[in-house]
C-alpha cells in the first residue's frame, strides 16, 4: 500500500509538471521588447518599430550564456499595418522569435501621429494581457519616435532605461502609461505627457511636455517648454523638485534655488453661481547660487529673495495658465476634475462645454516659496560693493 501510495504522489507530480510546462517558451526562444513606438509616415500609414534586447550583447542574463564584448545590446526592426497588432504581426515575420511585451520599459509617440491623433491606436495597451501598464509613455518632438530608439545609449543598455531615470534625475513622478489612461477617461483633466527629442549630435533631450486634447481623438493641442511643464507639474502634484533661477533687482544679480518640498492647493469657489479657482503653491527652496550682493543669512536679505521669486514665479504660473486657457483651451490642471469632486451637481452642468468653460474660467495663483537653506557661504564670493 504504501508504494502504491509513493506512486500516485509521483504521477501527480509529474501531470502538475508537464501540464504547468507544456505552453512555456524558454528565454531563448523570445524576443524581449524594450521600448515600443508608433509613427505615421509620410504616405500617410501607421507604423511601429520595437527596440529587441540582444541578450549575448548584455552578458547573456536571458540566454543564460555569452559575453557583452562590444556587441550591440539592442535591435531596431518596423513594420506597418492598420493597427497596432496587425503592424506587429508584419513586425513578427521578420524574426525567428516570439515578441513578448512584458518587458516593455517605455512607449514613444512621434510628432506626426500625435497630431493625427493616438485614440485609435491605444486599445492594444488595455487589452492585451501581456502589456506592460508600466511602461511610461513620450512625445517625441520634432520626429519620428523611431529614430530615437536607434541612439545609442550613454550609460545604460537601452535608452529606454535611460529615459526610466531621467524622470528620477528631474525630480518628476514617473509618468506610466496607467497615468495617461487615468487622465484620458477623467472626467475633467487632459493628458499631458512627458517630451523628448533629438540633438543635432544624435542624442535625446528632455523638451517639456505635450497637450492631447481628448475630446477631440487624443490629438496633439500644443507644447508646453521644459519650465512651463516644471510649473505644470508642480500645479498637478507629479514634481518633486527643480531648479529655478532669477534676476533680483535689489541684490544686482542672479540667484538660483533649489526647489524641494513642494505643495498644492485648489480651492473652487462659487460666486454669483459662477465659478472661480484659486491655485495656492507652496515651496521650500535652498538657496544653491547667489551672484547678487546680498547676504541670505540676514533676514532681511533672505525676504527680498523669497519675495522675488515668489512674486516672479507667481507671475509665470499664472501667465501659464492663461496661455493654455487661450491658445489650447484645454483643461491640464485637473481644474474640471477638482469641480467634478467638489461640486458634482454643477459639474453634471458643466461638463459638456466644459473647454468653452475652462477657456473663460477665472483662475487666481498664489505662490510662497521659503527658503530654508542659505548655503555654504554669506554674500556673493565675489564680495559686490
Known amino acids: 500500500m504504501k508504494r502504491i501510495g509513493k506512486l500516485n504522489i509521483i504521477l501527480l507530480l509529474m501531470v502538475a509538471i508537464l501540464t504547468g510546462c507544456w505552453d512555456l517558451r524558454e528565454p531563448n526562444q523570445l524576443a524581449f521588447i524594450n521600448s515600443a513606438s508608433m509613427d505615421l509616415t509620410k504616405d ?37 499595418g492598420k493597427n497596432f497588432m496587425d503592424a506587429g504581426q508584419n513586425l513578427q515575420t521578420q524574426l525567428s522569435r516570439q515578441l513578448f511585451y512584458g518587458h516593455r520599459q517605455t512607449i514613444l509617440v512621434g510628432q506626426t501621429l500625435a497630431e493625427y491623433g493616438i ?22 518632438k ?52 512627458p517630451v523628448v527629442s533629438m540633438t543635432p549630435l544624435k542624442k535625446y533631450v528632455y523638451s517639456g511636455a505635450a497637450i492631447l486634447n481628448k475630446d477631440n481623438g487624443l490629438k496633439l493641442a500644443g507644447f508646453l517648454n521644459t519650465q512651463e511643464s516644471f510649473y505644470t507639474n508642480w500645479l ?6 527643480f531648479v529655478i533661477t532669477s534676476y533680483v533687482p535689489q541684490g544686482k544679480g542672479n540667484v538660483s534655488l533649489k526647489m524641494q518640498k ?28 547667489n551672484n547678487a550682493n546680498l547676504d541670505p543669512t540676514t533676514r532681511k536679505d533672505l525676504q527680498i529673495i523669497q519675495d522675488e521669486f515668489s512674486q516672479k514665479t507667481q507671475k509665470s504660473i499664472q501667465q501659464l495658465i492663461d496661455k493654455v486657457q487661450k491658445q489650447y483651451k484645454t483643461d491640464i490642471f485637473g481644474f474640471g476634475e477638482v469641480i ?30 521659503v527658503c530654508k537653506d542659505p548655503g555654504q557661504t554669506t554674500s556673493s564670493i565675489m564680495g559686490r560693493p
Open 44 to 80: 500617410g500609414k501607421f507604423e511601429i518599430s520595437s527596440q529587441i534586447a540582444i541578450p549575448a550583447a548584455i552578458g547573456g542574463s536571458l540566454d543564460g550564456g555569452g559575453s557583452a564584448g562590444d556587441k550591440k545590446s539592442f535591435h531596431v526592426v518596423s513594420a506597418t
Open 119 to 140: 485614440s485609435d491606436f491605444v486599445d492594444m495597451f488595455i487589452r492585451n494581457p501581456q502589456s506592460e501598464m508600466r511602461s511610461t509613455i513620450y512625445v517625441v
Open 142 to 193: 520634432d520626429g519620428l519616435a523611431k529614430d530615437l530608439l536607434s541612439l545609442e545609449p550613454n550609460f545604460d543598455p537601452f535608452t529606454s532605461t535611460e529615459l526610466v531615470s531621467q524622470q528620477h534625475i528631474l525630480f518628476m513622478k514617473p509618468y506610466y502609461y496607467r497615468n495617461f489612461l487615468t487622465e484620458a477617461l477623467s472626467q475633467g483633466t487632459n493628458p499631458l505627457l
Open 236 to 241: 498637478t502634484g507629479k514634481q518633486g523638485g
Open 262 to 289: 513642494l505643495d498644492q492647493r485648489i480651492q473652487v469657489n462659487l460666486v454669483n453661481d459662477q465659478i472661480q479657482i484659486d491655485v495656492l503653491l507652496a515651496g521650500k527652496a535652498a538657496i544653491v547660487e
Open 340 to 369: 467634478h469632486r467638489k461640486h458634482p451637481k454643477k459639474w453634471k452642468n458643466l461638463e459638456k462645454d466644459w473647454s468653452n468653460t475652462f477657456s473663460q474660467l477665472q483662475v487666481s495663483v498664489k505662490v510662497e516659496i
